[in-house]
């Protein structure tokens, strides 16, 4: 499903993981005999960047074959950087693809309606985001906010970051991300590929926090994190933090946070090719096939009605997103969510006699029709069920026939077809009803 910008992305992420991530000060031995720097001294030299590098390659198994440019750069610099960096590597939305991706994402209630994302990502990179490594450029760029001085966590961000870089000189992970990103196969295998790389330095900074005694949390963290948790419905965390969140466990299974034959196919040649595989990595171990599915909203929309964006896959994390509003549906929605087999989505707007605009969410004038595959028929019939119940607990959407609810101005719908599950939403109930009967 088409989801946020990347600049957007890696700031939400970074936040959403502060929810989550705890300090691991479990007793550890430093090999090099030298105490990590004092708490207010975090200066550039004090962190001894090759120090660290020593450690990383250490735990990773790997050496670097080329040494990163260490560099700092201010924090109020960060999002043109990371945009920059996207320019470069052919990676970045047009204004318009942001703008569809996030119309979308409110009609569906992942965002909020009056949510401003320029300003949350802006708000976090300055405040979230402490590291990042530039591949192209072989840097490691450091934020820095107070002076030179570094936040208390930035050794263990810095050994994240370096486990990209050994990741990207041995893998090439980099050039297989943006591969994919501009491939037409679907965004779900593309998140699934980013959990391995994310997941993997994840490993690498959690096993060098629970050995160095370094923090992983700085003081503020937790507190830009909430701010975004109130501004934007659960249901979008789980996808934005989805690499964090769910990778560490996916490539702990592999052998991480050791460089083993197994995670390096996951890296290469034979990566996850959905998010299901990452939530349920038996599936991935024995190549579950994705099942095919096919839309026919033309035959119900007909020519009246234009496609915002391609046709793309509907997976089973944007599954998890649709069934868990709030964080007190996840367990359950997690549960749904992995029997998911195979799903594709379409988002269209209807033409306007006049030419006029229509300010997100565009509910008068915008049809969303997803339709995935589960495991049985009886997840099936669960997934629709909790579809329905999500709708009227954490939207307020009211019944107005079978399987059809108002909801937000305009309408949604749910209907089953043995394993197949379609959801709807579109401007009246008759349409999302008729939509969910014959266009999936």
Same mark, same amino acid.
């Given at each position: 499903?088409?989801?946020?910008?990347?600049?957007?992305?890696?700031?939400?992420?970074?936040?959403?993981?502060?929810?989550?991530?705890?300090?691991?000060?479990?007793?550890?031995?430093?090999?090099?005999?030298?105490?990590?720097?004092?708490?207010?001294?975090?200066?550039?030299?004090?962190?001894?960047?090759?120090?660290?590098?020593?450690?990383?390659?250490?735990?990773?198994?790997?050496?670097?074959?080329?040494?990163?440019?260490?560099?700092?750069?201010?924090?109020?610099?960060?999002?043109?950087?990371?945009?920059?960096?996207?320019?470069?590597?052919?990676?970045?939305?047009?204004?318009?693809?942001?703008?569809?991706?996030?119309?979308?994402?409110?009609?569906?209630?992942?965002?909020?309606?009056?949510?401003?994302?320029?300003?949350?990502?802006?708000?976090?990179? #300055?405040?979230?985001?402490?590291?990042?490594?530039?591949?192209?450029?072989?840097?490691?760029?450091?934020?820095?906010?107070?002076?030179?001085?570094?936040?208390?966590?930035?050794?263990?961000?810095?050994?994240?970051?370096?486990?990209?870089?050994?990741?990207?000189?041995?893998?090439?992970?980099?050039?297989?991300?943006?591969?994919?990103?501009?491939?037409?196969?679907?965004?779900?295998?593309?998140?699934?590929?980013?959990?391995?790389?994310?997941?993997?330095?994840?490993?690498?900074?959690?096993?060098?926090?629970?050995?160095?005694?370094?923090?992983?949390?700085?003081?503020? #963290?937790?507190?830009?994190?909430?701010?975004?948790?109130?501004?934007?419905?659960?249901?979008?965390?789980?996808?934005?933090?989805?690499?964090?969140?769910?990778?560490?466990?996916?490539?702990?299974?592999?052998?991480?946070?050791?460089?083993?034959?197994?995670?390096?196919?996951?890296?290469?040649?034979?990566?996850?090719?959905?998010?299901?595989?990452?939530?349920?990595?038996?599936?991935?171990?024995?190549?579950?096939?994705?099942?095919?599915?096919?839309?026919?909203?033309?035959?119900?929309?007909?020519?009246?009605?234009?496609?915002?964006?391609?046709?793309?896959?509907?997976?089973?994390?944007?599954?998890?997103?649709?069934?868990?509003?709030?964080?007190?549906?996840?367990?359950?929605?997690?549960?749904?969510?992995?029997?998911?087999?195979?799903?594709?989505?379409?988002?269209?707007?209807?033409?306007?006699?006049?030419?006029?605009?229509?300010?997100?969410?565009?509910?008068?004038?915008?049809?969303?029709?997803?339709?995935?595959?589960?495991?049985?028929?009886?997840?099936?019939?669960?997934?629709?069920?909790?579809?329905? #119940?999500?709708?009227?607990?954490?939207?307020?959407?009211?019944?107005?026939?079978?399987?059809?609810?108002?909801?937000?101005?305009?309408?949604?719908?749910?209907?089953?077809?043995?394993?197949?599950?379609?959801?709807?939403?579109?401007?009246?109930?008759?349409?999302?009803?008729?939509?969910?009967?014959?266009?999936?």
């Amino acid at each position: 499903m088409r989801r946020l910008p990347r600049t957007t992305v890696l700031a939400l992420g970074a936040a959403v993981l502060a929810l989550t991530a705890a300090s691991l000060l479990l007793v550890g031995r430093d090999d090099d005999a030298r105490p990590s720097p004092p708490v207010g001294a975090r200066t550039l030299a004090e962190l001894q960047p090759d120090r660290i590098i020593r450690r990383v390659e250490e735990i990773r198994g790997l050496k670097l074959k080329r040494r990163p440019r260490f560099r700092l750069v201010p924090h109020r610099s960060l999002d043109a950087v990371l945009k920059r960096q996207e320019r470069r590597e052919g990676t970045a939305e047009s204004k318009r693809e942001e703008r569809v991706g996030t119309a979308l994402l409110k009609l569906l209630g992942l965002l909020k309606p009056d949510a401003d994302l320029d300003r949350i990502s802006r708000l976090v990179s #300055e405040e979230g985001i402490l590291g990042v490594y530039d591949g192209a450029r072989n840097e490691m760029l450091i934020v820095r906010r107070d002076g030179d001085r570094l936040p208390v966590n930035a050794e263990a961000t810095i050994a994240h970051e370096l486990t990209h870089a050994l990741d990207d000189q041995h893998y090439g992970i980099f050039r297989r991300l943006t591969r994919l990103a501009r491939r037409s196969t679907g965004e779900d295998g593309t998140l699934a590929y980013q959990a391995v790389l994310e997941g993997s330095a994840e490993a690498v900074a959690n096993e060098y926090a629970r050995r160095y005694h370094v923090a992983q949390e700085a003081p503020g #963290e937790q507190r830009s994190a909430e701010r975004i948790q109130r501004e934007v419905p659960f249901g979008a965390l789980l996808t934005l933090s989805f690499p964090y969140a769910f990778g560490p466990t996916f490539v702990g299974g592999l052998g991480a946070p050791r460089a083993t034959a197994a995670l390096a196919r996951a890296m290469t040649d034979r990566p996850p090719t959905s998010t299901v595989q990452v939530l349920d990595p038996q599936l991935y171990r024995d190549r579950t096939p994705i099942a095919p599915v096919r839309l026919r909203v033309g035959r119900v929309l007909g020519d009246d009605w234009v496609p915002l964006q391609p046709e793309d896959s509907l997976g089973a994390i944007d599954l998890l997103s649709l069934l868990a509003l709030a964080e007190d549906d996840a367990a359950s929605a997690s549960l749904l969510s992995a029997g998911w087999r195979g799903g594709r989505y379409a988002y269209l707007r209807r033409r306007s006699s006049d030419g006029a605009g229509c300010a997100a969410p565009c509910t008068s004038r915008d049809a969303f029709v997803g339709t995935v595959r589960l495991l049985s028929d009886g997840v099936a019939r669960r997934v629709a069920v909790t579809f329905g #119940e999500v709708l009227q607990r954490r939207r307020r959407a009211r019944r107005v026939g079978r399987g059809t609810w108002r909801v937000a101005g305009g309408a949604a719908a749910v209907r089953r077809h043995g394993d197949r599950v379609t959801i709807v939403y579109a401007p009246t109930p008759q349409l999302a009803a008729r939509l969910a009967r014959d266009g999936g």
